[in-house]
Nanobody, 120 residues
């Protein structure tokens, strides 16, 4: 069993910043990709950013240059620094982590989601 606990969401004015974090715990042997997704009301969940075990990153075009994803492998934690926030960034943000647990069984887990609201 792998648990993900997210934190850092909230209400911010346009142009402001927030940092999200997501900590993974459980019988984890290794973590490969860690990512952030978001889902706005009435829309499908979309990829925001992903970071591989080697530190390679990829971003949605809508957030490139404003958001930064990073990870702390010692803490099994992924972060999303969000700057220059816009009202269209309003959504529930979910982290997603993949890797292996005991006996090299692969896992993929989602966080519970954290609300980010950007006011204009």
């Amino acid at each position: 069993q792998v648990q993900l606990v997210e934190s850092g969401g909230g209400l911010v004015q346009a142009g402001g910043s927030l940092e999200l974090s997501c900590a993974a715990s459980g019988s984890i042997l290794s973590i490969s990709a860690m990512g952030w997704y978001r889902q706005a009301p009435g829309k499908q969940r979309e990829l925001v950013a992903v970071i591989t075990s080697g530190g390679n990153t990829n971003y949605a075009s809508s957030v490139k240059g404003r958001f930064t994803i990073s990870r702390d492998n010692a803490k099994n934690t992924v972060y999303l620094q969000m700057n220059s926030l816009k009202p269209e960034d309003t959504a529930v943000y979910y982290c997603n982590v993949g890797g292996t647990v005991a006996a090299n069984i692969a896992f993929g887990s989602w966080g519970q989601g954290t609300q980010v609201t950007v006011s204009s």
